[in-house]
């Protein structure tokens, strides 16, 4: 089975084709970074023209890269939910044409719950993987991370299309969180990506700088962020003058400094999204299998100390650990055309009346 994908929710205009839910034969990707650049910040109104221009383009190269035409799709997927609504109307009304005008079925996904996916999904072929079947069965019951630009949560999973969601951000979302951080050093744009750079130099210490690790109440699976950026933005510009005027900026800090600031802010982040999933995993309910699996997506899963600390926990949890590859942590259409495969299978599939959403579904 082949499914179109199409995802347009924030600034990246993505199509890829996907067979049998698991296997990518093609992923195509235009981002805008450099049209937001000049801004620090997605523009919703230039993204949501730019979408409109490069959405034809770009599902055409999906379906050239994939080497095969359009009639032989066997549905079409898009991602409808959650987003920025100018953006996420382009994707929806390419798809809902697509599929009306060749008689397939449309098949409404939620970007956030394809996040969880993108790790499961492979760039080989069905023969090369040599699977008996699709292989995905057995990720299940699973916890499931994803860490975006715009959404921090974690769910238990009964199956790709059975979830719940445990907690999410009370704040800020944790790549939010890195950018304002990257911005508070004086970092370029993407911030996330540079944070982590200057994280890694020679000699930054994460141990420079004690952060506060956001607990929360005593049982609670839900994130937050803003105190760790507001600590960070006054060791970096010292506390405000009345009026909130602050007496130095990043432009101050020698590289060195910046450098262990950068380390400290990702090692703290880092641990607080650790200690809820070592929470998740030790407060699910008796009368539920324990999950056998971790399953992470989401922008800020390409951060190298996450992907370490994740990797150390899944190996003390007895626990398979499921991490896109790099070019599957970013928004990306290949995840939402494998999420498709399954809703499809349950029959849960769209009509033209479907809507464009800002918010997820769970
Ligand atoms: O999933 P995504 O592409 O878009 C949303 O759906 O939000 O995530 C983008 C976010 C941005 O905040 C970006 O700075 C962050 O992911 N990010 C990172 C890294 N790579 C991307 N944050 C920290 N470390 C990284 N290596
Ligand atoms: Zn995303």
């Known amino acids: 089975m082949l499914i179109l994908g199409i995802e347009s929710s924030c600034d990246e205009t993505a199509a890829a084709v996907v067979e049998s839910g698991r296997f990518i034969r093609s992923n195509v990707i235009a981002s805008q970074n450099d049209l937001h650049a000049e801004y620090r910040g997605v523009v919703p109104e230039l993204a949501s023209r730019a979408h409109a221009e490069r959405i034809l383009p770009v599902v055409r190269a999906a379906l050239h890269d994939a080497r095969t035409s359009i009639g032989d799709l066997d549905a079409i997927a898009v991602g409808n939910r959650p987003g920025l609504i100018g953006s996420l109307l382009v994707g929806v009304a390419a798809a809902k044409a697509l599929a009306w005008s060749l008689d397939k079925p449309l098949v409404a996904v939620d970007h956030v719950h394809a996040h969880l996916y993108s790790g499961l999904l492979m760039s080989t072929s069905v023969q090369e993987a040599g699977l008996s079947d699709q292989g995905i069965s057995d990720h299940f019951p699973a916890l499931g991370l994803v860490v975006s630009g715009g959404h921090t949560a974690l769910y238990r999973l009964d199956s790709p299309t059975t979830l719940r969601r445990l907690g999410g951000t009370i704040d800020d979302a944790l790549g939010e969180a890195f950018d304002k951080a990257a911005t508070i050093l004086g970092l370029p744009y993407p911030g996330g990506p540079n944070l ?13 700088h004690a952060f506060p690790i956001s607990r929360l109440s005593p049982d609670s699976l839900d994130f937050s962020f803003s105190g760790l950026k507001t600590s960070l933005l006054y060791r970096v510009r010292g506390l405000p003058a009345p009026g909130g005027v602050f007496a130095r900026d990043h432009t101050s800090l020698a590289d060195g400094e910046r450098a262990d600031l ?14 809820k999933i070592e929470r998740a995993l030790d407060r699910g309910p008796a009368s539920e299998p324990p999950p056998c699996s971790l399953l992470v997506g989401g922008g800020v899963s390409a951060n190298s100390r996450l992907r370490a600390e994740l990797t150390r ?3 003390a949890r007895h626990l398979r650990l499921v991490l896109p590859a790099a070019p599957l942590c970013v928004d990306n259409a290949a995840m939402i055309a494998g999420l498709a495969f399954h809703l499809h299978a349950a029959g849960l599939t769209a009509d033209l009346n479907l809507q464009a959403m800002p918010t997820t579904a769970c």
Do not use: C, I, K, Y
């Open 313 to 315: 926990l899944a190996a």
């Open 196 to 208: 982590d750079r200057l994280a890694q130099t020679a000699g930054a210490n994460p141990r420079a």
């Open 262 to 275: 950068a380390a400290s802010f990702q090692h703290a982040a880092v641990q607080a999204v650790v200690l």
